[in-house]
Every structure is written in structure tokens, then in C-alpha cells.
């Protein structure tokens, strides 16, 4: 008698052949776009790109646009107050503030100060010394702070505050000025908060230096308007 013959292995479905690679056919193009890797990090920094002289090279060809010291982002990002916010995360501890001139450069794109001035209110621990880091303290009402980026802020109001009442007249009010026309501020709203905070150090200097820069803003707002009419 002869021996039984085992049945054929059923065929796979034609869906299951198509979705199986045949490595004969499989290209290493193929392979590279089916390989699953990590996403890229909207911040990069050097450690990201093998370092600091490539990290250089990549923003001196343009394939990196610098956001500030050693973190920059693709060109194709833009360089909102979130991102700047974020590049300053590693210096500001949490429950504490950005504020100062490092405030109006989140917010507008002022210029970038050397230090990081970051504001710890009153009941929080004074942050450690670290280089590139100015820490202060300050009284500070929940509305006067914003999260961008994952940390806290200065509203813009609460950043033209206290330029105008801690540094002088000459370095204030061009950063005023940039708060004012690209971000909005509302100057005559920041002289109503002052006027309410009669024992502010340096208030009687921001009652200058903000009351100048509206007079010069609605003199503005007015040379813009349409030109009378000659008789």
C-alpha cells in the first residue's frame, strides 16, 4: 500500500502576498523608507549633529538658522516667541519667570541679552547660580505671566513694566518702542498699572519714559492718517 501523501499548504491570500516584501525585489530604497526612526527635534543643538564645529558649519551654510548661542532650527521653522521661549527651558527652573529684556526678545525678537533674566516671585526658592542666568525676585499676579514654549513669561504689559522702571531711559525705550509696534502693547494700560503701584521702584521714570513713547506713538498714529486738504 502505498504511503499517504501530505495535502498541499494552502496558498496565502493575494492581499497577504502583496504586503510581504520579497527581499529579491526589495530595493535599499525600499528599506530606508520603511525604516521607522525618531523624529527630529524641533530645537537642535550641537550634541543633535556631532558637535559644536558642525553644529557651526551647519548654521554658517544655512541648513541651521541660529535661534540663540548653541541652539538653532531648520530653515523651515519659524522663529516664533514659543520657540525662542523653549531655547531658554534649560535655564529656567520651574515656577519661575522669563522676564526683562530677555522677556521682549521671546515676545518680539529684540535683541538677544547676554543673560537670561529669570524672575522667581515671592514663595519660590531663588534659583542656583549658573552661568547665563540673572535671577531676581519679584511680586508677580498669575495674570501677568504666559507659558510659550513650556515656561513662563512675562506678559507683554508686565515686560514693559519693569523695563521702564529698572533700566534707564536710553536702553528702555527702543525695546518699549519694538513692544509697542510688533507686539501691541498697550502703553496707556501699563501707565494705568503703574499708576496703581505708588511705592514701585523707579516708577517716576516709567511715568516718563512710558508717557514719551505714547506721545510719540500717537504722534505717529497721526502723521499717518490722510493729509488735509489745501483750500
Known amino acids: 500500500m502505498a504511503a499517504a501523501t501530505a495535502p498541499p499548504a494552502p496558498s496565502p491570500p493575494e492581499a497577504v502576498l502583496a504586503d510581504a516584501p520579497s527581499t529579491s525585489l526589495c530595493l535599499p530604497a525600499d528599506l530606508a523608507m520603511a525604516a521607522r526612526v525618531a523624529p527630529a527635534p524641533e530645537l537642535v543643538r550641537p550634541a543633535h549633529v556631532g558637535g559644536a564645529v558642525a553644529f557651526a558649519d551647519l548654521v554658517r551654510s544655512g541648513a541651521l538658522v541660529r535661534v540663540r548661542g548653541d541652539v538653532a532650527v531648520r530653515p523651515t521653522t519659524p522663529l516664533t516667541p514659543a520657540v525662542r521661549a523653549a531655547s531658554l527651558g534649560h535655564l529656567v527652573p520651574e515656577r519661575t519667570v522669563i522676564g526683562g529684556l530677555s522677556a521682549a526678545w521671546v515676545h518680539c525678537g529684540t535683541p538677544v541679552p547676554p543673560t537670561v533674566e529669570v524672575i522667581?516671585?515671592?514663595?519660590?526658592?531663588?534659583?542656583?547660580?549658573?552661568?547665563?542666568?540673572?535671577?531676581?525676585?519679584?511680586?508677580?499676579?498669575?495674570?501677568?505671566?504666559?507659558?510659550?514654549?513650556?515656561?513662563?513669561?512675562?506678559?507683554?504689559?508686565?515686560?514693559?513694566?519693569?523695563?521702564a522702571c529698572l533700566h534707564d531711559q536710553r536702553s528702555s525705550t527702543p525695546v518699549l518702542h519694538a513692544l509697542a509696534t510688533r507686539c501691541g502693547l498697550d502703553v496707556d494700560a501699563v501707565l494705568h498699572a503703574l499708576d496703581l503701584r505708588s511705592r514701585r521702584t523707579g516708577r517716576p521714570r516709567a511715568q516718563r519714559v512710558l508717557g514719551l513713547l505714547a506721545e510719540r506713538l500717537r504722534e505717529a498714529s497721526a502723521g499717518d492718517g490722510p493729509s488735509p486738504r489745501l483750500p
Not at 531663588?126 to 512675562?154: D, K
Open 120 to 163: 522667581h516671585p515671592l514663595g519660590v526658592h531663588r534659583p542656583p547660580p549658573l552661568s547665563g542666568r540673572a535671577p531676581r525676585q519679584s511680586a508677580l499676579l498669575h495674570s501677568e505671566t504666559a507659558r510659550l514654549g513650556g515656561v513662563l513669561v512675562t506678559t507683554v504689559e508686565r515686560t514693559a513694566l519693569d523695563l
